[in-house]
């Protein structure tokens, strides 16, 4: 896949097809097939770009840049939605809503103390510190379900690994 620049004034971009045209008047330039293009740009002024030529760029999601003569920025088209678009919105709503933000942010505290407690478990049996760190996951674990110390468990997704540690070295 490539990207098709288009620089020279006076050329123009059809669509013949399954085909990009690049003519300039009737003088044909290029022929190429639309499948080997995964980006048209177009720099400068005079370079165009006709209608079924846009449709058909945007039916195969094609995207389509218009730089200036220097290569700044102007616009772009983009082809159809991306099939991730909806769920993504719905992420940026999820994220101003106070309920289903706690509950996730829950849910990954939750899976880090387990995940910590697993591993103490199969990998420190027996020895002195893992007691007290199984203690101090499950005193987590507790306050992890309780909704008024929530805002004592903010900080554990990071702090979790090192308490540990600390228990390991005591």
């Not at 030529?53 to 999601?61: G, I, K, P, S, T």
């Not at 706690?102 to 387990?114: D, L, N, Q, R």
């Not at 507790?142 to 008024?148: G, I, L, M, N």
Request: charged residues 20%.
């Amino acid at each position: 896949m490539t990207t098709l620049y288009i620089t020279e004034p006076g050329v123009q971009v059809h669509k013949k097809g399954e085909r990009l045209l690049v003519s300039r008047g009737e003088e044909i330039l290029q022929d190429i097939p639309m499948i080997k293009v995964n980006r048209l740009v177009l720099m400068g002024r005079g370079v165009g770009l006709t209608t079924p030529a846009v449709f058909a760029l945007a039916r195969n999601n094609i995207d389509v840049l218009y730089l200036t003569g220097r290569g700044g920025f102007v616009s772009s088209l983009v082809g159809r939605e991306h099939k991730h678009s909806r769920l993504r919105h719905s992420q940026a709503l999820a994220v101003s809503d106070a309920a289903i933000t706690f509950s996730v942010a829950k849910t990954i505290v939750e899976g880090k103390v387990h995940n910590q407690r697993v591993l103490v478990q199969r990998h420190a049996e027996g020895a002195s510190w893992a007691g007290r760190a199984l203690r101090v996951m499950d005193q987590m674990k507790q306050q992890v379900d309780s909704p008024v110390r929530w805002t004592r468990c903010a900080g554990w997704k990071a702090w979790l690994p090192k308490s540990i540690s600390v228990c390991c070295a005591s």
